[in-house]
């Protein structure tokens, strides 16, 4: 009899334990923080351009000028001419005011490796963003 409890904990320890690990990660996903998370916050276009992805509805000022000026790639595009797409937009993603962002971990919403993240002004800022900063003002009395 006093074998039997012991196996009830060898079959509990691992589920617990697992549960245990994945606290962190759901925190973290929950928590997501940055311009990489679910939405797009930061209005990030890919580098370069792609021929089958048609320009969001409130694509950047950025990402529409880097759309206009480099070719687009595809799956078959040469490696080459690849290159020379994805080294041209970013040129014109910096000459245009954005930042470059290299994604290293790649998922369904954000599957590029590069990204131009467009400056946006306050007065385009989130409207999150601005509700915070009016909290602050309020908390601080201006």
């Known amino acids: 009899m006093s074998a039997h409890p012991i196996s009830v904990l060898r079959l509990i320890a691992p589920l617990f334990l697992a549960l245990l690990l994945s606290l962190p990660a759901i925190a973290a996903q929950a928590e997501c923080s940055g311009c990489l998370c679910p939405g797009n916050p930061c209005k990030l276009c890919a580098l370069p351009p792609t021929e089958n992805i048609p320009p969001a509805p409130d694509e950047a000022e950025t990402c529409l000028k880097i759309r206009e000026n480099v070719a687009p790639v595809s ?14 937009s970013m040129r014109e993603c910096v000459k245009n ?4 962002i290299v994604n290293s971990r790649r998922n369904n919403e954000f599957p590029s490796k590069h990204y131009c993240k467009p400056y946006i002004s306050p007065a385009n800022a989130n409207i999150r963003d601005g509700a915070h900063s009016q909290q602050k003002d309020e908390r601080s009395g201006n």
């Open 97 to 100: 005011g954005g930042d470059v």
């Open 75 to 88: 799956k078959n595009t040469e490696p080459s001419k690849h290159y020379a797409s994805l080294n041209n």
